[in-house]
């Protein structure tokens, strides 16, 4: 069984552009939600999708979005980068349905702003 | 909203000795209570997992149990090893709220020979 899989791994950005990462998440798994992690601020959560909608959001600027598409697959866009936003992004995966809310987390997009 | 502190690591303790730590929580309703584990250069995994009050989860040797009456969810482990070395995240999913998980700081362990 395929684990949650995010691309690109690492990357590098200058202030002011945008970066878009993508997740895909375990088959059948239809939550996919989305955490920035740094060594300051520990795991936050950035925003939750299930079946194509944003159900979650945390408290994050609109320069941060995301969407789901039909096959459950995520991206997540951070657009007019600052130097704050380096940070692991984590995506994780889960059956979104009631009852206790198991994630599984891919590996992270680690992302470098300059 | 929901809120979960963890004791401020790092920790720092030799093979076979005994490790505890600290969790509490803050929720409304009946939350599910977790922890989990990531190790260097790797994203989280689940290590246990307590659905409801006084439930005990446990995995590899590691321990926790549900304790409502002091909103806690303390990890134990009675030996550790060099292996269990990585950064250990209290978390927990509302029964008010699917979807969102709310995470502790997470506490750093380093276990040495």
């Known amino acids: 069984k395929a684990g949650v899989t995010q691309t690109p791994r690492y990357l590098i950005k200058t202030r002011g552009q945008q970066v878009t990462l993508s997740c895909s998440p375990i088959s059948g798994h239809r939550s996919v939600s989305w955490y920035q992690q740094t060594p300051g601020q520990g795991l936050q959560f950035l925003f939750e999708?299930?079946?194509?909608?944003?159900?979650n959001k945390g408290n994050f600027p609109g320069r941060f979005s995301g969407r789901q598409f039909s096959n459950s697959r995520s991206e997540m866009n951070v657009s007019t980068l600052e130097l704050g936003d380096s940070a692991l992004y984590l995506c994780?995966?889960?059956?979104?349905?009631?009852?206790?809310?198991?994630?599984?987390f891919g590996a992270g997009s680690r992302l470098t702003v300059l | 909203g929901d809120s979960v502190t963890q004791m401020e690591g790092p920790v720092t303790l030799s093979e076979e000795a005994f490790l505890t730590i600290n969790c509490t929580y803050t929720a409304t309703g009946y939350p599910s209570l977790f922890w989990y584990v990531q190790y260097p250069g790797e994203g989280l995994q689940l290590l246990l997992k307590?659905?409801?009050?006084?439930d005990k989860g446990s995995n590899k040797g590691f321990e926790a149990t549900y304790r409502k009456e002091t909103t806690s969810f303390h990890l134990e482990k009675g030996s550790v090893q060099v292996s269990d070395s990585a950064v250990y995240f209290c978390?927990?999913?509302?029964?008010?709220?699917?979807?969102?998980?709310?995470f502790g700081d997470g506490t750093t362990l380093t276990v040495k020979p």
């Open positions: 999708y299930f079946s194509e909608t944003q159900r």
């Open positions: 307590a659905t409801k009050a006084d």
């Open positions: 978390a927990l999913s509302g029964s008010t709220n699917a979807g969102k998980s709310t």
């Open positions: 994780a995966s889960s059956q979104g349905g009631s009852g206790a809310n198991v994630l599984t």
